[in-house]
């Protein structure tokens, strides 16, 4: 296994087509074998802008953004510079621009090429872009057929009218035929039977996989294009997505769904979530089962709605008033997205509970190539404890805490689902002694369930051991190679499932370690002290806020130097 | 309405008490409730009462078929979602002034327009009941018994019937709860009506609005039949006043989802969806 | 509307530069306001834009006087609790259809009831721009344009200006971000007017809804004086076709808080009150 | 100082009047000198349940709830049945009630007075109730002269018909005239300038001290009546009260009104505590000052409305999404919910953020006989850090990380306050460097700020600490007492600063000790965890939830049998 990259940003105004221009590569890129990830960075909002296609072409699957790029086409300056934080150059960075005049700072001295995207694309057709000149010029240095271009390029505007893909032939073929070849050494293209797809997506197909029938949608960035993609998917499969007027009515929307026994879904992001927390509560007091996604963005507050962080972990173990256990995991990388939320509904749905995923922009909406997600066999059907009345009891005390949960329809268990605190049958009580039992029964069900070895990834052996969760984890483990090369091999722990905690399986991986480094993507060290208080462990922390993706490197030199010191 | 049938609505109640003051309106709706769905001999194992949280919204627990008493102000959303799901129930929301016109105001709205078929009756006592008696969106002005409000709310009272018109509800009734019989016969045509039924409630509060005995005098059946057009609705119900029983409009519209869909998803083959879904994700 | 003093509406633009698309809708709302607020030559430190979120509530940082961006749906809310405690600003709440009907739909409701002096503009595309085009509350049943509703919501559009007066809405306009000297005009009565005033305002988005270039052959400015009676005016916005504009209903009736309150206010002894509210306290 | 205790359970139904019949005697009592404390206690609904007037009369100020009654009035038995878990008797319990062939289990063997209630009411007035013959007939049981009974009834019916005024004279003289005597001690009665209020009223008290001028309510079980007393509280000195649709409008209209310079308040419980969580993350990061009174319920979800828990604290500390650090306060006791109140104002005022304060339905809903609460001395002004440049920037960073804060009116310093990330100036921004800058500032205004020695309070001396916060303080301060009493002394520190967590503090009140039990009214030992969290100390964790107080003398042996294990 070679270990070749090649990276690539483009950048350009909001409506300058950079995303797809980026796709159409990647998937060109794709369809010839390759390998490779998509981050699509924003400003603060959607439209009117700046926007970026940040590519990496690799030869294995690599789930971590670049931290450097070899080459970056610039559209025009002003977009560029908004993401200076973001876009970092190395020392044989290849700049293309059209205004090789005013070249920020920060990239001066590199070799530069230039390129007049502006006046290709007009004098190759009136329709003509600049995106796709761009796209002609840079899958011709990634030496792709014209072909392999101009194929993914017509089936995105297959609904366009015909002088669009007129415009867009014409241009691919004018920035091919203009391009200058760089010396760039490009990555192996021998993958087969690979999968092209977003975090977003893969969540929505996992959910669908594992039975899900049923969401209900209200728009936010980072989220809507998992519920988009479902909104198709459930219609495929005979369910229903139901567009709410706001997230409380979501999540109840979700629940009503799922005390009907449909696998009920729904998707948000950090403000949405917030929104949600109360009846979140409802879910876990009436143990109604139903899964949602939580694809975070930077915070507090609005934040930055379109880059990514990991700052809603807070909010996803604690945010529920009173004692409200439920379950919370993580998605490590993009394929995992379809896998942690497969996971995700078969949990709930065995354990009456609510369970939050956890995915991120990053995750969610960057594009990679590859192999098809493993989604989790079927949970073996817990045996229900034989009940020794003839009465259906909803909420009976059983030994694993879970009891049998009946559907409207099903005969001769008529009950009322109940948020406040009732007795076995369901009846309100404010007894201390019912309150008692319905306290122990719910955190029991959750703490006493085997969730077998999937509540993390462990990896490498070492003294020192990185922990972390979702997509810090790739980070992780570019950052653990690394350090191995460097002679001073580490343990990494990713957790997939965050609540309740797998304690015992934590405190085995880290055995003998004498440092722990919990490393995640936020500025207060969520997952540090939420360990901390759980764990006796010797905990170090490396938190970095976003919404720059962190940089293995960076992770291997904090660790490396605290090493030292 | 169907020919009644010799089921007893008191096999409708269920065996938990209700913990309503004596004399409380909402006593009459559980009756008139269980009455409709004997008359309609409803199978009690497909029907669910949902309802959000005040004193009103307990009144699932008190009928004998399946309930989900949710959190304040969101009954109509859990109902619509599982209604969608579920197209066979029959799902009746339910809950208070409180809960319904104010903090649930969204829902209401939404609900309104979306026109799921479903039946919604709120019991407006024009009083946060369970509250310990606070003003409530359809509280009169200067009604100054509450502490919070101690001069009045000061605030129009919010018209229900007007709201959910212009909001787009095709089918609009009042009931009170001193006449069980008239509402139980409404609920049961709300129950039979293909969409969103809504149905506003008198419904005394006996311990904070004592005063509310008066409305028996005020309330008065309206006997022409149901408007047909909005625009004539909304004339009735902008410049009336309020008291007006009896099933007010309907203009039937098509209903969300469209049944074309529920009908179609009948006959999917899932495991040929799922694997042409995975298809289109194929790189290669 | 006071003489038109020689104030520049430029002078009422902030440094900040418009990120909309160009030819968004909303450009012209912005225009039309700095113009109103020139034409009244409003004091700039005294007075404040609030809005939640979505391409329209980005405005508030584009104009040249105090703002306050909050959170989707909440920003009548904020504005309100401004304007109570602080009734000598000018306070303009601004949003989207997506941030006022959907999200915020109970805030607008109550706030049409409750009927605080302040402006409230709706900026109206029938389509969540910020979140890349799916449909609002008003988006018409067949627009098939976003994948989240690939068939088009299927639910009928909310008629605002109908639920507004439905509500108790005052002060009710239309303008049309085609014609923002009209919208200027409009907002000038706004912010003169004692109470809640709204706005609808039809401004496109160019972006996910192309064809609403079309609106410019289907706007018709009413000319008649507005409604003055509520039964009225809702036969109009429930049967017309929701492109008039102009002040279409006027009715003045009490603002909250009542006036007086606010006046009896100004004349506390703090101190001597909070002795008062300490002594009766005490047990002996 | 003696420590003589006398305490009364009176239940009834919910329509009944045994709350009514419980604060006239405590009323009366406090009128003769006497302290004391009025538990109220209801069913999972507020009408038509049932209700108990838990009363303790003692000679000096005690905040805790009785754990056994000495003397117990049962109007009926099936509402006393429903407080079975709560309403404990000791072995010389004196029953008092109606029905003396029906008493329960748990009950019988006692000694029995027999009193016909409802024909003494019936008998003596046509408006005659129950309640009034009780309250005559314990106010002679108190040694309280009737004169003293009847000004309490009096007043309570001031604005009631005649006829009603004269039902009580006529119950509570045949009450009084059949009371027979049992032979109990009495506290001694000799305070002077006591105050008689409930933890929500001091809330209220303290808030408008510390100059909230506005309040936005929405109701909601236990904290309606700090609201109700604010609307009062707030014409009486000049502000508003609005009453809201939601607490989504109460949270924002607070934001308004504190935008526009008025220091905001509102109070809510659990659930809408969970609907308000985005809206404080908006107030985070646009640094808008509010204080927010959280009067705790049992949970999770609608729960047990009615009866006290201390199980928001998760929610308190991390319900906001992203990284969002705000002030969580809580009020120790009765007095203290005015004290902490105030302070939380101020310092929310002080540092421009959101301040949340912890009180329960326990301190907020009893009445208290209490010395007035000591108010905070106002807080020194911070000194701005002068500006280097003339503009105004509302988000400049400075060393203390507060800036100037501007309101509309203020000339010249225009500027939007904004939830998105933003720069100094407050346009959005989402550069990295300037969302680590804000993100910094927002933390460092808050941990760098001097707390005093008011973050709690530090009592004894021991090897062993017992840690808590709010209500369960006072159970701990008693637990204490009998401790030292059995020769094993302990330490106690409540928590007053919950977040900013004090460290340096606790680790000096905790220096040296090898036993730290963390107490608390909860399922999930939230503050156990917290601190652990956050603390390298060995600590231990007592969670008992709610609804039944917690018990001074379950803690002490807790304690004293861990230390013999
Ligand atoms: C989120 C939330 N906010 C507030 C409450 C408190 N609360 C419970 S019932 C109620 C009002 C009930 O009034 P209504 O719906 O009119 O019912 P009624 O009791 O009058 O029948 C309120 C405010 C709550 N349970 N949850
Ligand atoms: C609580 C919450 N939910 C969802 C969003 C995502 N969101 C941002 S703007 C927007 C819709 C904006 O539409 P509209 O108000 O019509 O404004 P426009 O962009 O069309 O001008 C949505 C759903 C959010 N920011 N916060
Ligand atoms: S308080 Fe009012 S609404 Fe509630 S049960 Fe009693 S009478 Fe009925
Ligand atoms: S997306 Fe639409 S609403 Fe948003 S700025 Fe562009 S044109 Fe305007
Ligand atoms: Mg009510
Ligand atoms: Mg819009």
Known sequence: MGDTQLSIAITGAGGAGVISCGELLLKAWARCGGRGLLRKAFGPQIRGGEAAALLKFTDHERYTAAGRYDIIVALDWVNFDRFQDEIIAGPDTVVICEDSERIPASLRGLPVIHHAFAQLASSSHPEGRMNMVAAGLLGHLLRLPMSALLEQALAKLANKPEAYRDGARACIASGYAASKDIDRPLPARDASGAWCLTGNQAAGFGALSAGVRFAAAYPITPASDALEWLAGGLEAVGGHLMQAEDELAAINMTIGAAFGGVPAFTATSGPGLALMSESLGLAVASETPLTLLNVMRGGPSTGIPTKSEQADLDIALHGLHGDAPHLVLAALDIPDCASATAWAVQLAQALQVPAIVLSDQFLGQSTAVVAPPRLPAALAAAEPTPSTTDEYLRYRLTASGVSTLAHPGDADARYTADGLEHNERGTPSARASDHREQLDKRRRKLESFDYGPDWGRCVGKGDTALVSFGSASAALDEAAARLAEQGAPVRTVALRLLSPLPVSGLELALAGCSRVVVVEQNHSAQLYHYLKGRLDLPLESLAIPGPVPLNPHTIAEAVGARQDA | ?284
């Open chain 2, 1 to 284: 309405m169907n020919e009644p049938i010799a089921v007893s609505p008191k096999s409708f109640k269920s065996a938990v008490k209700p913990i309503w003051c004596p004399g409380c309106g909402h006593f009459s709706v559980l009756n008139a409730i269980t009455k409709a769905m004997a008359a309609l001999a409803i199978d009690k194992d497909n029907s669910v009462l949902v309802s959000g949280i005040g004193c009103s919204s307990r009144l699932p627990a008190y009928v004998d078929a399946y309930g989900f008493h949710g959190v304040h102000g969101r009954g109509l959303a859990v109902a619509q979602g599982l209604k969608v799901a579920r197209p066979e129930l029959t799902v009746i929301a339910l809950g208070g002034d409180g809960d319904g016109f104010s903090i649930g105001g969204n829902h209401f709205l939404h609900a309104c327009r979306r026109n799921v078929n479903l039946v919604y009756i709120a019991m407006d006592n024009e009083v946060y009941g369970m509250t310990k008696g606070q003003a409530s969106p359809t509280t009169p002005m200067d009604w100054d018994h509450s502490k919070l409000t101690p001069h009045g709310p000061g605030v129009r009272p919010f018209k229900p019937a007007a709201i959910a018109l212009a909001a787009g509800a095709p089918w609009i009734a009042r009931a009170y709860s001193g006449n069980p019989n008239q509402m139980a016969k409404l609920i049961a045509e709300a129950i039979e009506f293909e969409g969103f039924s809504f149905i506003h409630v008198l419904s005394q509060c006996i311990t904070f609005c004592p005063e509310q005995t008066d409305w028996k005098a005020i309330v008065h059946e309206r006997s022409e039949p149901p408007l047909d057009s909005a625009d004539l609705a909304a004339r009735l119900f902008l410049a009336d006043d309020g008291f007006a029983t009896g099933l007010l409009y309907r203009e039937p519209r098509a209903t969300w989802p469209p049944p074309l869909h529920i009908h179609k998803n009948k006959n999917k083959n899932e495991n040929e969806a799922l694997a042409a879904l995975a298809a289109a994700f194929a790189a290669q």
